[in-house]
């Protein structure tokens, strides 16, 4: 490298120093930030003051947790760091940092240390959905299925779970499934249902489990197979979703196209019944 005696400079966090021209060149687009020097991961101006924006944030947040202030009603020096952070966050996403847009979005979505307000909300998720972040595009997709600050608009909701969804967003692949069944926003399709299903369920979400569970036992979508039944409903039980406890439960207590064990199907039962699900609470009633 050569002199940097007369020009001007940018030190950064790893404490080297580049021409500014230079430095400026790390935070274009696509460019991976990274020093030249050492490989240490830099952040620009905007991004460090996100950082410390959250570590405020963070501060106040678990002392609500610990029970020391509420939300409602935070200390003068608690509610100032909030304002603070809200500050810090809206400068960064006035440049169009997506990341400190979906925080805004959450903020005054929870309504913590700020004016719940579900339209301000939504303002700052589209903008960070519009930007790629999944988790502001499933939110947004939830704001359209829901209503929630805007008008309510399936073919919306729709359109932002599958952007979240195809860059593995569980929740959306869920919800995306279940509008393909019901036919809201989509045209009604078995076969997109079953695959937005699989998707969320091979990353482990239990109620898609539980609902490939159900289609396998009714050969809905895909050919009917109780072992694949019993394999999806199993994964979901094992997370405690109760309506696959109850329906694994039931199909060993009968000896449905699978060996029949009552113990095992009893305990199972149980566990539903324990949850609340009324069908199991009948069943286990009737074996005491």
Same mark, same amino acid.
């Given at each position: 490298?050569?002199?940097?005696? &007369? ?25 991976? !930030? ?17 950082? =410390? ?5 963070? @501060? ?8 020391? #202030?509420?939300?409602? #009603?935070?200390?003068? =020096? ?20 997506? =990341? ?21 909300? #939504? ?12 988790? @502001?595009? *499933?939110?947004?997709?939830? *704001? ?13 909701? %729709?359109?932002?779970? !599958? ?36 998707? %969320? ?57 699978? @060996?029949?064990?009552?113990?095992? &199907? ?12 009324? =069908? ?6 009737? *074996?005491?």
């Amino acid at each position: 490298m050569g002199s940097l005696v &007369g020009t001007t400079v940018t030190t950064l966090q790893c404490s080297h120093v580049l021409h500014a021209e230079c430095a400026a060149e790390l935070f274009k687009p696509g460019v991976k !930030r990274t020093c030249p020097l050492c490989r240490i991961p830099i952040q620009s101006e905007l991004e460090q003051r996100i950082g =410390e924006a959250t570590r405020r944030f963070v @501060a106040i947040d678990q002392m609500v947790e610990r029970g020391e #202030a509420s939300w409602s #009603a935070l200390p003068a =020096e608690a509610q100032s760091e909030i304002d603070a952070a809200v500050s810090e966050w809206r400068i960064a996403a006035d440049h169009g940092l997506e =990341e400190a847009q979906y925080k805004l979005g959450i903020l005054f979505s929870t309504g913590r240390g700020v004016a719940q307000s579900d339209k301000e909300a #939504a303002k700052w998720y589209k903008m960070a959905a519009e930007q790629g972040n999944p988790e @502001a595009q *499933f939110n947004l997709g939830h *704001f359209f299925a829901t209503g929630r600050g805007m008008l309510q608009r399936d073919e919306k909701a %729709a359109q932002w779970f !599958r952007k979240a969804a195809d860059q593995g967003h569980v929740d959306a692949q869920q919800h995306l499934g279940s509008l393909y069944m019901q036919g809201r926003g989509v045209p009604q399709s078995n076969a997109q249902m079953v695959r937005w299903w699989q998707k %969320a369920a091979e990353q482990g979400d239990m109620d898609s489990q539980n609902n490939l569970g159900n289609l396998y036992a009714q050969g809905t979508g895909v050919p009917q197979s109780h072992a694949e039944a019993m394999e999806w409903w199993g994964r979901a039980a094992e997370q405690g979703q109760m309506n696959a406890q109850c329906m694994k439960g039931l199909f060993l207590l009968k000896g449905n196209g699978v @060996a029949k064990n009552q113990v095992e &199907g009893l305990k199972l039962l149980r566990k539903a019944a324990d949850q609340g699900h009324p =069908e199991a609470k009948m069943i286990v009633a009737g *074996f005491k």
